[in-house]
């Protein structure tokens, strides 16, 4: 979670014998405030923990005695109200919003105890902010030169690593437009929302791919919505794809830096902005696994680690044709492949690279990503790499 509220803020006075009880819910829209009220026997304990896409709060002990049923609509900046576990109230938001007031109204005018979270809306700014805290997940570890050497099978066969799927008749392209919902992403001089280039640019790059018939395109997202990176893997894995593009476009102290870049996924970044870049993209990291669910802990880190390196030569096989291409067409940032520990880029059995389509904080970069030419330029020369690149594996069964 990215806040943390009212660290288990608990009422004066004698502790009462009975568990408090919840018995009704309204919400209230306000203009720029959203108000959310919780009827209760008394006061009680209660966390509020908040992440980008909800609000959670937990009353430890609660009793649901609701004398109607949560509404199925929300109001206002929230979206959806839902019960999780036992004693927590979930506010699902509509855009991003932070509580501006946390209190307690005492009993009167024939109103019982009533908690009251007054939700207001977040700058962009506050956005990223949470974003950038938000936890990460860790990534499986890799193993040690003394684990691959000494590791024992016990008794399972780990002759055969997993490796990359066959290639299809038609293969499948996965694109992920970065960020998305209530993550804006960078933002450019002059306003623009990085998540609403990526989505344009996914749109105009899905059309010139599946144009030919040589290949099928997927958008892990195809609207303005918040997706979790391993939500972005999995959508991909679960679509079949033979390849992974994710869009990105940022923002960067220095005005006068442009240019476009490509990377590729390696644990040691190849310089210390691909690092920071990383680590800002990183809202939740994975290594998402083939199953290893029946292998010894020390064969599965030896097969995640052969796997993962396979995928990773291909992945620098595209990201080197796509250079090239994009090279013909736009300005390039100096050492256009680089390498960083992006958490969308780890699924160890799909090539994948992230294209940093230029930087929004320039001026001019930002205007000609704004424009359908620039970005159909763009679609064109990846269109053309992903061409080069499947026309190899096609030939020589690996590029």
Known sequence: MAGLLGLWAVAGGAQALAAPEALGFRLGDHGQTTRIVLDLSEEAPYQVRRSLDRIAIDFPGLEWRLRA??????????????????????????????????????PGGGNSWRFVLDLEPASAAEVQKAARAEPSAKSAPAPSPA?????????????????????KAIPVIAIDPGHGGIDPGAIGASGVYEKNIT??????????????????????????????????????RAA????????????????QLAGLSVY??????????????????????????????????????????????????LSASFAGRAVTELGHQVKLLSNTHRFAGFAVLKAPDVPSVLVELGY?????????LKTEAYRGKLATAVTKAV?????????????
């Open 360 to 368: 929004l904080s320039n001026p001019k970069e930002e205007q000609l």
């Open 264 to 313: 590729t996924l390696s644990e040691k970044a190849s310089d210390a902005e691909a690092e920071l870049l990383a680590e800002k993209e990183n809202k939740a990291d994975l290594i998402a696994g083939i199953d290893l669910s029946n292998e010894a802990p020390e064969v599965a880190n030896i097969l995640i680690d052969l796997a993962q390196r396979e995928t990773m030569n």
């Open 69 to 106: 049923a949560l509404p199925p609509r929300g109001l206002g900046l929230v979206k959806g109200v839902s019960r999780e576990g036992a004693h927590t109230l979930v506010l699902s938001l509509s855009s991003p919003a932070k509580p501006a007031k946390v209190f307690y109204l005492a």
């Open 199 to 236: 989505l344009a640019m996914a749109r105009e790059l899905k059309d010139r791919i599946e144009a030919s018939g040589r290949f099928k395109a997927m958008l892990t997202r195809d609207r303005d919505v918040f997706l979790k990176l391993r939500d972005r893997v999995a959508k991909a």
């Open 387 to 399: 061409d080069a690149y499947f026309d190899q594996v096609r030939k020589a069964g690996t590029p």
């Open 147 to 167: 684990a691959k050497s000494s590791a024992k099978p016990n008794g399972k066969t780990a002759s055969a690593p997993a490796s990359p799927p066959q290639l």
């Open 240 to 255: 079949g794809a033979d390849l992974f593009i994710s869009l990105h476009a940022d923002a960067h102290n220095d005005l």
